[in-house]
């Protein structure tokens, strides 16, 4: 079974940066599309971005501009650098796999991410 295992999240002043890594293991990295999603209490989880194996990206509206997403397929990473940071950022974000064949997801434990003077 693909695990995946978040890191880098806490509190972060409005305005500062945060990087997120999400490692994987048990699989062939660059068989899967990578994404991180977010959900903040009272909330649906929502995308908030993801890349393809080829390294194509997508973004929401709401961090477009301000986060990045990128993998290091040999390393079986994948990051989501947040700049600019808002209060709004807040949530729990996690880490999404998907077999570009098979289309099966997995989903990391989550890591807080907090935005706030």
């Known amino acids: 079974q693909v695990q995946l295992v978040e890191s880098g999240g806490g509190l972060v002043q409005p305005g500062g940066s945060l990087r997120l890594s999400c490692a994987a293991s048990?699989?062939?990295?660059?068989?899967?599309?990578m994404g991180w999603y977010r959900q903040a209490p009272g909330n649906q989880r929502e995308l908030v971005a993801d890349?393809?194996?080829?390294?194509?990206?997508n973004y929401s509206d709401a961090v477009k501009g301000r986060f990045t997403i990128s993998r290091d397929n040999a390393k079986n990473t994948v990051y989501l650098q947040m700049n600019s940071l808002k209060p709004e950022d807040t949530a729990v974000y996690y880490c999404?796999?998907?077999?570009?064949?098979?289309?099966?997801?997995?989903w990391g434990q989550g890591t807080q991410v907090t935005v706030s003077s």
């Open positions: 890349i393809s194996s080829g390294g194509n990206t």
């Open positions: 999404n796999a998907r077999h570009i064949i098979r289309k099966r997801m997995y």
């Open positions: 048990g699989t062939i990295f660059s068989s899967y599309a």
